[in-house]
């Protein structure tokens, strides 16, 4: 009895760190992605509505980084898949690098699930 309880319990911990494993490797390849091309900061007419944007591009992404970190040293911060979370951030950084007349370098919009 004692046998086959410490084995459930293995088999559902290592699958977990299985699942976090390839939600940690799906979440790297979109942090990826988190380029934004074409923005000649120059030749903005500087405004709140610019300054939101800008701020938006470096805050998305500094999220993204920040939370792919932290599941890596074992820190689950969402109740949510990280990749979910990480997809959001991308989202945000790509509508303000387009709001400030930028292109995305690569043309893969969604990693699947």
């Known amino acids: 009895m004692k046998t086959s ?11 977990c760190v299985i699942g976090t494993s390839s939600e940690i490797k799906t979440a790297e390849k979109l942090l990826k992605q988190f380029k934004c091309s074409n923005i000649e900061t120059t030749e903005l007419t500087h405004s709140s509505m610019t300054s939101f944007h800008e701020h938006s591009l470096a805050v998305s992404k500094e999220k993204a980084t920040s939370y792919v970190e932290s599941y890596k040293s074992g820190n689950e911060l969402f109740k949510i898949p990280l990749d979910q ?9 790509k509508s303000a690098c ?16």
């Open 5 to 15: 309880l410490l084995l459930s319990v293995i088999f559902i911990l290592s699958g």
């Open 85 to 93: 979370v990480v997809q959001q951030q991308y989202d945000v950084y």
């Open 98 to 113: 387009e709001s400030l007349g930028g292109v995305q370098q690569t043309e893969t919009e969604n990693i699947p699930h």
